[in-house]
């Protein structure tokens, strides 16, 4: 007798007030190009024990200053406000000079919370997140517009490119601006004022002597 083999095959089955701080991307903007030239990582070998041996990782901290002044776009809401966009320029540490973001906000009382994202770029830059709590705020003046504004907050460093590549850290900001209209619907230009500081961590692998 012949034997013969059956194949089987299966298929599967598959209050107003906020404002556009959070722009201030800076915002804290508030993504951000950094310098050029900075860390490099390299590829190691898992050959032995000694060429491992040979590079080392140290962290460097960086101090970070930035001042700008620009425009805040503003997009009002039933319930909130909108900073379409933030544009800035000025001086930052290492050429970071220039500032760009967005963010939202509520409009519930005199001083509400915000987040938003930006950038700061130029020779160097980073991009940074606000995140909304008690401590971010941007509170008006006046109890109606028009009125000033002041925001204040921390931004969260995400990432770096050039010198300052694989940057961690908080930077704390303050700014100002004034609104002229909290109408639902309506749309306006400010300028606006903000200053950035704090201290950044960065990886170096450097090769041991």
């Known amino acids: 007798m012949e034997n013969r083999a059956n194949a089987r095959s299966s298929?599967?089955?598959?209050?107003?007030?906020?404002?556009?701080?959070?722009?201030?991307g800076l915002l804290a903007t508030l993504g951000?190009?950094?310098?050029?030239?900075?860390?490099?990582?390299?590829?190691?070998?898992?050959v032995a024990k000694a060429t491992l041996a040979s590079h080392t990782?140290?962290?460097?901290?960086?101090?970070?200053?930035?001042?700008?002044?620009?425009?805040?776009?503003?997009?009002?809401?039933?319930t909130g406000v909108k900073a379409t966009s933030v544009s800035g320029h000025g001086t930052g540490t290492d050429g970071a000079n220039t500032m760009s973001g967005s963010g939202t906000g509520s409009a519930a009382s005199s001083c509400d919370p915000f987040s938003g994202a930006g950038a700061l770029a130029g020779a160097s830059g980073l991009k940074l997140?606000?995140?909304?709590s008690s401590q971010t705020q941007a509170c008006a003046v006046n109890s109606a517009?028009?009125?000033?504004?002041?925001?204040?907050?921390v931004a969260k460093v995400l990432s770096g490119t050039?010198?300052?590549?694989?940057?961690?850290?908080?930077?704390?900001?303050?700014?100002?601006?004034?609104?002229?209209?909290?109408?639902?619907?309506?749309?306006?230009?400010?300028?606006?004022?903000a200053t950035l500081t704090g201290t950044l961590s960065i990886k170096e692998i450097v090769k041991a002597k």
Do not use: C
């Open 11 to 24: 298929v599967a089955t598959p209050g107003r007030t906020l404002l556009a701080v959070g722009a201030i």
């Open 32 to 46: 951000m190009s950094l310098p050029s030239g900075a860390v490099t990582t390299q590829h190691v070998a898992p």
């Open 57 to 78: 990782t140290k962290i460097v901290h960086v101090a970070f200053k930035g001042s700008y002044t620009g425009t805040i776009g503003l997009l009002w809401s039933s």
């Open 129 to 132: 997140q606000v995140v909304s």
């Open 145 to 153: 517009a028009p009125s000033p504004v002041t925001v204040k907050g």
């Open 162 to 193: 050039g010198k300052f590549k694989g940057a961690t850290g908080t930077l704390s900001f303050s700014g100002s601006f004034s609104i002229q209209s909290t109408t639902a619907g309506s749309s306006e230009s400010d300028s606006f004022n």
